[in-house]
């Protein structure tokens, strides 16, 4: 049988398990609420750039409907003067030689550094510091 002595709460070893216990429930939360900084986060970047991405979906399809209306009627005039298959064939090679000049022109690549979770980021800096200073 266990002395009272023994069984008291007071023992290092309780408050010690209590800490620990304590201590997992504490760091289990705070990875909890930093995913879902995370998750907030990312979700905002996301919907800003869908939003973005669907105008410029829906401004490329007005302006290509436009672009190959101008085409045609480049086309049409052009053949007043010519046969339509060179009215054709000229409008065709001064449209493929404007694609390529913007083809160059617009390969630089998209700017990704935007889509980063500056906040997040930012509060795993700062734990880490507190971390780092409460070590030493």
Known sequence: ???PKCNSPDRPSDTIASLLRQLARELSQWVRQEI??????????VSVFMRGAVLIACAGA???AGFL????????TLAKFVPVWMAALVVGVATALLGSILLVLGRKRPDLTTLVPKH???????DKDVLIRKRL
């Open 69 to 76: 209306l101008l085409l045609l009627s480049s086309v049409l």
């Open 120 to 126: 997040s980021l930012r509060s795993l800096r700062r």
């Open 36 to 45: 879902a900084l995370a998750r907030a986060e990312l979700a905002v970047l």
């Open 1 to 3: 049988m266990l002395s």
């Open 62 to 64: 007005a302006l290509f």
